[in-house]
């Protein structure tokens, strides 16, 4: 089974910052790596896809990168909105794990 | 624009079984791989099942083989998970998810809002 690992777990940022998240895989992915976004009392939504394609609607201040095991979510000026947490999710191999999520606080 | 509603869940005891049901709108259903995903209360996500298009191919996580049968009716727009033999850890939010993709897993592009399954002991 492929473990993703996250980090932090848990970030307080103030909006107009700089966020970076990391995900880094226990075996080479290649982009086979999205990125979902989970409101409090909402369903995961899909911020990226193949590790750095955008996804229509998503506000273009996210962005990913990486491949093999290491990748990155960065969200540039960060706004109110996006308080939630982060997941990553491989789909190069079954079972199609999550990794433990991200909390974003916005003070 | 795609919309899922998931059903069926609900209460049950230890070792009682349930099914879930996931209707789904538009015409897409039938030519887009569905996945089941689960949160329990608090955590963070996880992959139960993965099913084709066609209902043809099948992938589970391991904490349900055997337990847990995912299924589609494509006449009826309606991806199912009927859960069996099920434990206290299975307590959790259910989304059934869409992939854009037929045959192989690619991503979850469209999710349900969720339906909560809670098993006594």
């Known amino acids: 089974e492929i473990v993703l690992t996250q980090s932090p777990d848990f970030q307080s940022v103030t909006p107009k910052e700089k966020v970076t998240i990391t995900c880094r895989a226990s075996q080479n992915i290649g982009r086979s790596l999205q990125w979902y976004q989970q409101k409090p009392d909402q369903s995961p939504k899909l911020l990226i896809k193949?590790?750095?394609q955008s996804i229509s609607g998503v506000p273009s201040r996210f962005s990913g990168s990486g491949s093999g095991t290491d990748f990155t979510l960065t969200i540039n000026s960060l706004e109110a909105e996006d308080a939630a947490t982060y997941y990553c999710h491989q789909s190069s191999s079954s079972p199609y794990t999550f990794g433990q999520g991200t909390k974003l606080e916005i003070k | 624009q795609v919309q899922l509603v998931e059903s069926g869940g609900g209460v049950v005891q230890s070792g009682g079984s349930l099914r879930l049901s996931c209707a789904a709108s538009?015409?897409?259903?039938?030519?887009?791989?569905m996945h089941w995903v689960r949160q329990v209360p608090g955590k963070g996500l996880e992959w139960v099942a993965f099913?084709?298009?066609?209902?043809?191919?099948?992938k589970y996580a391991d904490f349900v083989k055997g337990r847990f049968t995912i299924s589609r009716d494509n006449s009826k727009n309606t991806l199912y998970l009927q859960m069996n033999s099920l434990r206290s850890e299975d307590t959790a939010v259910y989304y059934c998810a869409k992939d854009p993709c037929s045959s192989n897993i690619c991503y979850l592009d469209h999710w349900g809002q969720g339906t909560l399954v809670t098993v006594s002991s």
């Open positions: 099913i084709w298009y066609d209902g043809n191919n099948k």
């Open positions: 193949y590790a750095s």
């Open positions: 538009g015409s897409i259903f039938s030519s887009s791989g």
